[in-house]
């Protein structure tokens, strides 16, 4: 299993970073202060943990100004489940 695919992992083990997962359901786009709201967490807690769930190519980001904004990466998502599935076939 690749690095990138571990990452994917690490990002979903968190039971908060499970909890921001949901909020892109359907292609929501949110920033960091509205992340923070929605979950009840601190603006710098919400960025650490969507610092990790891009990292593990779970949400990808963009800049407008000087606000971040989030959403799912689909891609990301689809190709880390692709190498894992492969993984699982191979190993088990």
């Not at 690095?3 to 690490?10: A, I, N, R, V």
């Not at 979903?12 to 499970?18: A, E, F, V």
């Not at 786009?29 to 990790?52: P, Y």
């Amino acid at each position: 299993m690749g690095p990138d695919t571990q990452e994917f992992l690490k990002a979903l083990g968190s039971p908060t970073r499970q909890r921001i997962m949901m909020l892109f359901a359907q292609g929501a786009e949110l920033s960091v202060g509205e992340v923070a709201e929605r979950t009840g967490i601190s603006q710098a807690t919400a960025s650490q943990q969507l610092t990790l769930l891009r990292r593990g190519r779970v949400v990808t980001s963009r800049r407008d100004g000087k606000t971040v904004y989030y959403r799912a990466d689909r891609d990301g998502t689809l190709a880390a489940l692709a190498e894992l599935q492969s993984y699982l076939m191979t190993c088990c």
